[in-house]
Every structure is written in C-alpha cells, then in structure tokens.
C-alpha cells in the first residue's frame, strides 16, 4: 500500500515553523494533558507537548523539538501553577522516568487520562462517531494510588568505583537513577530496595554472575507478604506465587507478565469476563491465564492461547490446580495459531466469544483479520495503550459494534491506562 501523500503546509504554518525556527524559550499556558502524560500548549496554533505540566500552567519552557506539525519543550519556570499542581511526593520524581502525573493531585489524575484516551478513540481510530455515542462508557475504575504495584523491574549497575546501584531509567535516557524507595511499589517490594546493593554485591562475591536487572514480585499487599526475585538473590528465593482470584488460585512467578495493580486484579477480571455465557471461548494473549479462570466459569470450552513457553506452563498449572479439564492451552504465536499454522484449530467461525489481551503493540494485521473472519458473536478487549487500541478498533467495529469502555488505573502516578472493551458482532 502506497504511503499516504501529506498534506503541503498551508502559509500560516510555513510561518509559525520560521518564526519558531529563531526562538529557544516560550512562555506557554498549558492546556490540557494528552496520551503519554505530556502537558498541551499551542503557540501561534502550533501544538506544544511539555512534560510534567499541569493543566492551567503557565510556564517558561525551552523548545527541545521541533516538527512541521508539533514541537516539543522542557519546564525551565513554572510562573504561574494550575489548580491541579503540586509537589511530586517522591524525592526521584523530576529525574526518574517511571512515573509522569506526580506533578498532578491524585483525585484528577484519573479523569484527565480517560479523557485523553476517549480523544485519541475518536480522532485516530476512525470509528463511526455515532457507534462512539452509542457506547457505554462506564464509570473508571480506581483503587489504591500508591503502594498498589505488586511486581517491578529494576536494573543494576556499577559506577567506576565499584559501587553497586539499582533503580530505574531517567526519562528518555539509558541512564540508571539509583533509589532506594519508590512509593508506587508495594510494602514488601518497596522494603526490599535499600538491600538490594547489598544482595547484590554478596551474591558476586560467592559467584554468582551479577545481572543487568532483577524482576520482583510479591503476593500481596502487606507489609510481610512474600517477595520472590528472578535471579534468585540471597534472602530473596526464586520460585512461584500463588494468590486467591474470584475463588480459584492461580500461580505465577517474577518472570511472568502479571497485572500490576494489587488491589484492582479481581474488578480488572469481573470487567473482562462479564456476565456474558456460552458454549466456546477462546483467551488470546492469555499469559498464566488470568482472564481464562474466569472464562471457565462461563463458557463449556476454553482455549487459552500464549506465545511466552514459561507463562504457557503456568497457564497449564492453573487449569490443573483448579481442576478445569474443559480448559486447554495451546502454546504458539498468536499470529500463526488463529490461522492453524501451529497445528491447533485456529480461530473459527462459530466461537460464542474471543478475548484479546496484546501487548502494547496491540493486535497485529494478521490477528485483526483473523477476529473479522472468525466473526465471534463477542469480542472483548484489554488494553494498556489506547493509540494502538484505537488503530484496531477502527477495523474491527467495521463487523462489530461497540457496547461499553471501562478505564482502569491499573499505573496511578503514571500516564499507562488499561481499558477493557465489550463489542458484539453486527448482525
């Protein structure tokens, strides 16, 4: 497919860009927050995406980018603050690239993503406005803002002294800012930070080969739940999970991809699965089989699907631990399952329901194509990035229409947000 011709800039723009193209500093007014975090500000119509801005601010900022269509600029003032400004909580907060919203109180942080998410729907996915006015959007979903995240990454290093750090990337740089708390974690994650050097430096001198990053995870969020780290570290064992959801166990360990928010995985899980029954199911992307348990509840056969072996052999391990013997999964690239490449069934036409859950990237041509073929009589999905859900939802609501949107602050203090979309095939 040819790429699509842009657009000659019109005389006004040709302006703007050669005035700007004289001007390192700007004082700007913020207007709004869009997807990512990024504060908006417009200078002569030209779009200004300024981090760790605030809605209502008027800042002095120094253009660090500039495009035909937008710019980009750094807060070298804050001259006047917004109403939803303050004073980050987290010491790491303006050199760290974790988190983006601290700058912002915690009761608008949720409002504001949601509205950035519905925007991006509308202008990028190019889905039929009325089928958007149409659709339910629920009411968002929050639950604890801070000691919420049940497992991390962190990544380790040597300065040239010998010392050992961990901690997280600066924003938009390789370089490492070491920490020794970070307020998003859980307790017992969070605790474990200022050990971690040490551990680190007793497991190299008895041998063991010093890793560029240590996943964590935990089972909950008390201050003594368990922690397991994959490497195993010292006093931190390796090994599996197991935590109680809607009634059944499910297991997993540090390597694998979890939902990270402790204290929303059960309404995450209700939203998803729904109220909805039917005799075949199929769980796309289905990691450990998070979403798959409360499919078995629902539907007579359940095909969970995973790529990742590790998360494959724990799926496997939940069917088992709660005796679903109507539940299977099937290892292999999600590309080439749904169209039986792997040897499986694929997805087919007939399914009463698919579920997707795809990394950020979201759902590739090949799958997109093979949900419309397939044709289910319902489709659900879970996103973390609403761009990509946006591009997918286009295609899709071309055979499908939209019933409902809920948002989830899966990442509060950060600019992430998971959505879970229920369609239902037209027709």
Known sequence: MPAPRRRPLSAERLETLAALAGISRLELTIEKVVLGGDGLARWRDLPIFVPRAAPGDVVKARITERRPSYARAEIEQVISAGPLRREAPCPFYARCGGCQLQHIEDEAQLGLKAAAALETLRRLGGIDPAQLKRCVVEEPVAGRRWGYRVRAQVHVEQDEDGATGVGFRRRRSHDLIRVDRCPVLAPALEARLPELPRLLDEGAQAGQARPGRLSLATDGLEEDSLVVSAPPLGVLPGGELEIELLGRRLTFDARCFFQAHGGLLEALSRSAVGAFEGETAVDLYAGVGFFTLGLADRYRSVTAVEG????????????????????????GAIESWVDGRTGGEGLRPGLDRVLVDPPRVGLSWNVRRALLRAAPARLTYVSCDPATLARDLGELTRDFDLESITFFDIFPQTAHLETVVQLRRRG
């Open 308 to 331: 990742e072996s590790m998360a494959a052999r724990y799926a496997r391990n939940n069917l088992r631990l709660n005796g679903l013997r109507h539940c299977q999964v099937e290892r």
